[in-house]
């Protein structure tokens, strides 16, 4: 299967990528340009959480390079992201690995996230401006376009963006920050959820209802929705965990 682009990690949080690769930029199939550190690591994310890649596996940086056709620095910007997601671990002196997932911390992840995204969107209620309600608008109009398309790589984007949105919407910069920062880490897990049956259209519905419970400021109401909007990630995710063909989760009860 041809590996397509889903929304990055960068879409919540400052990239990596060196000015050089920002200068080096292929596209996708749909003509959205890509520096070849976002190809490296889409690649990966996908080769991780599908148990291609499973836990301790080394990460070569030559032959990477050899495999995606670029130099070494692209390479080693996608390991640093993969490193700052959680999902890649590199020892002192020594190469890349692909990094176990603590099934705890995951979980404990998606509940502390759930509740920082549902607290963004119950301050946004009340501070939303009609600049930033017109400008989800046009995200969910775009998501709905391309779901409509059978675009997953493009709904995920947009998804990411809308989440992007709502939070700044809140207009607390401390609160934003500590939201993007974790948001960013849980990312790949996040997109994983996109590729369960249903989910796609279930977070499109879920996204117009918040949108226009913001708009009419319902805010215990939209508190309410964002915090089972995020959680039910985590769900998913444990479905793929339970039926993953290999051990990709690993969790220490000493």
């Known amino acids: ?7 990055s990690a960068a879409d919540y949080a400052p990239s990596a990528a060196s000015a050089s690769s920002r200068r080096t930029r292929v596209r996708n199939g749909g003509g959205r340009k890509l520096t070849q550190c976002e190809i490296v690591r889409s690649a990966l994310e996908r080769d991780i959480l599908t148990g291609q890649l499973p836990p ?15 130099s070494r620095t692209p390479v080693r910007e996608a390991l ?5 997601a959680g999902l890649v671990e590199k020892p002192s002196r020594q ?3 692909v990094a176990p997932l603590d099934l705890r911390r995951l979980i404990q992840s998606f509940e502390t996230l759930s509740e920082l995204e549902a607290t963004c969107a119950r301050i946004a209620a009340r501070r939303i401006t009609e ?4 400008a989800l608008r046009e995200i969910q109009r775009l998501s ?3 779901l409509v398309a059978g675009d997953q790589d493009e709904f995920g984007r947009q998804g990411g963006r809308f989440h992007l949105a709502l939070w700044r919407a809140a207009h607390n910069d401390v609160l934003f920050e500590i939201t993007r920062n974790l948001a960013a880490r849980m990312h790949p897990f996040r997109m994983f959820q996109l590729s369960a049956q249903g989910r796609p259209e279930a977070n499109n519905e879920d996204h117009r209802q918040i949108l226009e419970l913001l708009c009419a400021g319902k805010a215990e109401e939209v508190y309410t929705l964002m915090r089972g909007h ?17 051990p990709v989760v690993y969790t220490d009860y000493a």
Do not use: C
């Open 56 to 70: 301790d596996s080394p990460l070569d940086e030559d032959l990477m390079a050899e495999r995606f056709s670029v």
């Open 230 to 246: 995020v959680t039910v990630q985590g769900d998913v995710l444990a479905d793929y965990i339970s039926i993953a063909p290999r």
């Open 80 to 84: 640093l992201q993969l490193i700052e």
């Open 95 to 97: 190469r890349a690995v």
């Open 1 to 7: 299967m041809t590996s397509k682009k889903v929304a």
């Open 144 to 146: 709905e376009a391309a």
């Open 131 to 134: 600049q930033e309600i017109q």
